[in-house]
């Protein structure tokens, strides 16, 4: 299918417009639905179909700010947001993305799968223990909550308060740490700005530095800790979302992390997507969408897992990026790229005239640990060569990369800036089966929302016409 394959000029890719659209317009039921920004689809799925940890994160801010001004303009028709608690929130997230976004730009200049690998494990442990929790508040608190529906009332609107939930909320609200603030659309008398700010801090910083809106965390904590009925916590999520993702994506552009043209892309699908996801949430009780939000938290995490196995399998790898394998017509004045690894000491770049790189044209020695290119000059036109390029690490280690061929132009009349066709980058079975998990769960529940939303609507003409 490469016919739909783009170039994505700033995170120097090719990649499917199809899967970009298809992306898009799950993250967009989904988080229509769930009241987040979907990004903790959307930044991994990048990430494991061939986008660098640091492109994914900010490109994923960009698609969730263009994508939450739909479903937020949606919620807010329906009075599902409360605009208040949404402002008082950007005082905590704003300056925790910036520095979330810290922390990973300085990861990234380690080298390697730093990044990636730490941003991972991350993602892991939030999702799965997150989702755990709803679960067990779904299946073993319920009829607990159910039994005690009297005093759940005291909290919103009947058969949105659990057990746990109940028990989290008298406790923060006696944080009496002035000011305190009262928000009437969620039927919170009064609670301390301290506690809000600390609670979006926290999911700030995740949003930062996982490159997501922090709906997955800021949507249960508008519930389990704050006390918003679900669906008014659902539509003040989004409106958070969409004012981290302006933020974070400003934030990303800034260091060259945004690749604009992919997430215009997703948003094709997600304008799409957002709508059936908004529409359904008033036809599904605010516990199945927690069940419902748990179950594709979970698979997620676990797509996120197989991918650290294939990365931890693999070992660091070195790469040759450009020129590809065999390609023809290369500028006799260029340069050669590779990806960095990870406590390097130095590299060394050999191109010559054999396969077994005795008939050496040129070479580099001690080439800095932070570089990742070697220009080379005056080679002679129509002519095949052999390069590689090998790192010590600090422990004395050498990783030899495979010998790489090309033929030079015929002419030496050619652009030395001319972009060089890079080596396609081949997904692994883990990796396969990694990017099989994520977009099969999120299809199917896409599908199984949007199903509900038929028959319920459905349902709803025929009462009315009867």
């Not at 061939?50 to 900010?58: E, L, Q, R």
């Not at 944080?175 to 659309?185: D, E, M, T, V």
Request: aromatic share 12%.
């Amino acid at each position: 299918m490469e016919i739909f394959n783009i170039y994505l000029p700033i995170a120097q890719q090719e990649f499917s417009i199809l899967l970009l659209v298809g992306i898009g317009f799950c993250v967009g039921v989904l988080g229509g639905f769930f009241g987040v920004g979907g990004a903790w689809i959307v930044t991994p799925a990048l990430n494991i179909f061939g986008f660098k940890m640091a492109y994914a994160i900010g490109t994923d801010f960009a698609h969730i700010f263009g994508k939450s001004i739909v479903a937020t303009s949606k919620h807010g028709k329906m009075g599902n947001v409360d605009w208040k608690l949404g402002l008082t929130a950007m005082s905590g997230t704003l300056p925790g993305i910036w520095f979330g976004k810290q922390i990973v730009m300085f990861l990234e200049s380690l080298g390697g799968d730093i990044v990636g690998s730490t941003v991972r494990y991350v993602y892991i442990l939030m999702l799965f223990g997150l989702g755990t929790f709803m679960l067990y508040d779904y299946f073993v608190l319920r009829h607990k909550k159910m039994a005690k529906a009297t005093a759940a009332s005291n909290y919103g609107q009947t058969g949105t308060t659990s057990v746990i939930k109940k028990s989290l909320i008298e406790k923060i609200r006696t944080i009496n740490l002035p000011p305190l603030i009262s928000y009437p659309k969620s039927n919170i008398e009064a609670i301390s700005f301290w506690v809000i700010f600390s609670i979006f801090f926290f999911c700030g910083f995740i949003s930062g530095f996982l490159g997501v809106g922090g709906g997955f965390i800021k949507m249960p904590a508008l519930v389990y800790l704050i006390g918003c009925p679900t669906a008014l916590a659902v539509g003040t999520d989004l409106f958070i979302v969409l004012l981290d993702g302006a933020w974070g994506s400003f934030l990303y552009s800034l260091s060259g992390r945004t690749d604009i043209i992919a997430a215009l892309i997703m948003l094709c699908g997600a304008a799409i997507g957002a709508q059936i996801g908004v529409t359904a949430v008033k036809y599904i009780r605010g516990y199945g969408i927690r069940l419902l939000f748990a179950i594709m938290i979970l698979f997620a995490g676990s797509s996120i897992l197989i991918k650290q196995i294939d990365t931890i399998s693999k070992g660091e790898t070195l790469s040759l990026k450009s020129p590809a394998f065999n390609l023809i017509d290369v500028p006799v004045n260029g340069k050669l790229t590779w990806n960095k690894l990870s406590s390097v000491k130095n590299y060394k770049a050999v191109i010559a005239k054999d396969s077994a790189l005795t008939e050496i044209v040129t070479s580099k020695d001690n080439i800095p640990k932070d570089s990742s290119s070697f220009h080379y000059s005056s080679l002679e036109p129509g002519t095949k060569y052999y390069w590689r390029i090998s790192a010590e690490k600090k422990d004395g280690e050498v990783i030899n990369s495979k010998t790489a061929s090309f033929i030079s132009a015929n002419t030496m009349d050619v652009d030395p800036n001319l972009k060089v066709a890079e080596n396609p980058k081949k997904m692994s079975f883990l990796e396969s089966l990694s990017g099989w998990v994520i977009m099969t769960s999120a299809s199917i529940m896409c599908l199984i929302i949007t199903i509900r939303l038929f028959i319920a609507a459905r349902k709803e003409r025929k009462e009315g016409i009867m």
